[in-house]
């Protein structure tokens, strides 16, 4: 009988060991931020919207490419 209660000492002594180990392991983990919001305009030939970072400049306005920058300026 004492071996028994031992026994289920020790199991739950490893039991909440482990499972703070886990919790600290889970806190420590975050998960990579997301990036902000870009702002969105559309092609001046097409009109399809796309990320004003990747939008080309032209002198009509903002182009999804150069093809279509070129088609409306020429």
């Known amino acids: 009988m004492k071996f028994l209660l031992l026994l ?3 199991f739950v002594a490893a039991w909440a060991w482990r ?3 886990l919790a600290d392991v ?6 990579p931020p997301t990036p ?3 702002d969105m ?3 001046a ?3 399809v919207h796309i ?3 990747d939008a080309i400049a032209g002198r009509d306005g903002l182009y999804c490419c150069a ?5 409306a300026e020429s």
Do not use: F, L
Request: glycine letters at 6%.
């Open 51 to 53: 990320p004003q970072a």
């Open 45 to 47: 030939q097409c009109g």
């Open 8 to 10: 289920v000492v020790i």
């Open 19 to 21: 499972s703070g180990r």
């Open 67 to 71: 093809e279509h920058r070129q088609r």
């Open 26 to 31: 889970a806190h420590k983990q975050k998960p």
């Open 41 to 43: 305009v559309s092609c």
């Open 36 to 38: 902000p919001p870009q």
